[in-house]
Nanobody, 118 residues
Framework: QVQLVESGGGLVQAGGSLRLSCAAS????????MAWYRQPPGKQRELVAT???????NYADSVKGRFTISRDNAKNTVYLQMNSLKPEDTAVYYC????????????WGQGTQVTVSS
């Protein structure tokens, strides 16, 4: 059974930074593409970034140059470093063991709330 546990969210002022973590179990982590999604209040869930097992990354245009996805296969953990945060980044952030870009897997964690104040 896939388990994903996100952490690291919080309240931050615009221009600030946060680092999210997601601990995964129940999968062959090193072989799995991992993704971060987010769901802003009142909106649909949207893809933020992906990283393949070999470390190739892709980003949504809205976060390019500000967010960095990374992984530690020894710890079965994926990270999302978020810099230069904007109020529009406010959302619940989720990680996902994905099939690829815009191809989420079935399992989701509980999410972690990120709130950016102006």
């Amino acid at each position: 059974q896939v388990q994903l546990v996100e952490s690291g969210g919080g309240l931050v002022q615009a221009g600030g930074s946060l680092r999210l973590s997601c601990a995964a179990s129940g999968i062959i982590f090193s072989a799995n593409t991992m993704a971060w999604y987010r769901q802003p209040p009142g909106k649909q869930r949207e893809l933020v970034a992906t990283i393949t097992g070999r470390g190739s990354t892709n980003y949504a245009d809205s976060v390019k140059g500000r967010f960095t996805i990374s992984r530690d296969n020894a710890k079965n953990t994926v990270y999302l470093q978020m810099n230069s945060l904007k109020p529009e980044d406010t959302a619940v952030y989720y990680c996902n063991a994905a099939w690829g870009w815009s191809k989420p897997g079935d399992s989701w964690g509980q999410g972690t709330q990120v709130t950016v104040s102006s």
